[in-house]
């Protein structure tokens, strides 16, 4: 029934590993988004795909990765993990066009020790 | 790039008070939506509103874009602990493009 789900809900690991973080949407949506929350509850853009074609791409550590297998998945990957990465990631679908809101996933709380 | 500013950050009140949150800009956007984030849990949308001057009302909640398409405000008549969470507005450009988020504000209703 989940809209938005995302994996894993929980995420700790040590500097300089590298981690995935696994979305899929069941909505029909044609674009997806990854945004990052940081400690201030600040949501900020990432990434944003539409037809699995890269649409936005915010200035972004390039050891962010992004993945679209289809237009119901949106994967993250990144590579050498620092401690600025500590934060909450969130995945997000749309339909395409104007005033679409988003539907987001739960979260992904990734913390970098 | 557009801002937005919400004010307050954070408000904490007794049940049954009102409140009003306040999301302003500089920038005309073409809507603006409103989101509710409650802990461990993504942002759920409240309301999109297009229309300059448009209210739009959501049982106790109510909804006002400005008459220039720069500011919005939600006003909660006698609030309820069940209404505490982030509140988030987010404005999408003329052109249409990407959403951008205001700063939140934490509301906390004490019973």
């Known amino acids: 029934d989940t809209a938005v789900s995302q994996t894993p809900k929980y995420l700790v690991t040590q500097m300089g590993n590298d981690k995935s973080i696994k979305c899929e949407q069941n909505l029909g949506h044609d674009t997806m988004y990854w945004y990052k929350q940081d400690s201030k509850k600040f949501l900020k853009i990432m990434f944003s795909?539409?037809?699995?074609?890269?649409?936005i791409n915010e200035t972004v550590p390039n050891r962010f990765s992004p993945k679209s297998p289809d237009k119901a998945h949106l994967n993250l990957h990144i590579n050498s993990l620092e401690l600025g990465d500590s934060a909450v990631y969130f995945c997000?679908?749309?339909?395409?066009?104007?005033?679409?809101?988003?539907?987001f996933g739960n979260g992904t709380r990734l913390t970098v020790t | 790039t557009q801002l937005l500013e919400q004010s307050p950050q954070f408000l904490s009140i007794q049940e049954g008070e009102n409140l009003t949150v306040y999301c302003n800009s500089s920038?005309?956007?073409?809507?603006l939506q409103w989101y509710r984030q409650e802990p461990g849990e993504g942002p759920v949308l409240l309301v999109t509103v297009v229309t300059g001057g448009e209210v739009k009302k959501l049982k106790r909640l109510t909804f006002q874009f400005g008459d220039a398409r720069k500011d919005s405000s939600l006003h909660i008549t006698a609030a309820q602990p069940g209404d505490t969470g982030l509140y988030l507005c987010?404005?999408?450009?003329?052109?249409?493009?990407?959403?951008?988020f205001g700063e939140g504000t934490q509301l906390t209703v004490n019973p």
């Open positions: 987010a404005g999408e450009g003329t052109s249409g493009s990407r959403l951008t």
């Open positions: 795909y539409n037809n699995k074609e890269l649409i």
């Open positions: 920038s005309v956007f073409s809507s």
């Open positions: 997000a679908s749309s339909r395409t066009g104007v005033n679409s809101p988003l539907h």
